[in-house]
């Protein structure tokens, strides 16, 4: 199942906090696909996944907004949340 992280309208770096978020407490494997509007968040999804060994599995622009669907790796580092 499919986790939806609206966050239009919010700028860097709280696009990927929230995917963070969305992502506690799930187990490796879960997917969330992440909207946001900040041009910003193209690079930091990246850095995020690359950082935390997640899989970006799809990154686009529809419109107006950026869509990034990710898998929370297995290897993620907890030590890394925010807190």
Not at 42 to 70: I, N, P, Q, T
Request: proline residues 6%; hydrophobic residues 45%.
């Amino acid at each position: 199942m499919e986790t939806l992280v609206d966050a239009r309208g919010l700028l860097c770096p709280l696009p990927v906090l929230r995917l963070a978020k969305a992502f506690r407490g799930r187990p490796a494997g879960s997917v969330a696909r992440l909207l946001a509007t900040d041009p910003a968040a193209v690079e930091d999804v990246e850095v995020f996944c690359r950082e935390r060994g997640h899989a970006l599995l799809e990154s686009r622009r529809d419109g107006d907004a950026f869509s990034f669907l990710v898998r929370k790796g297995a290897g993620a580092d907890p030590s890394l949340r925010s807190r």
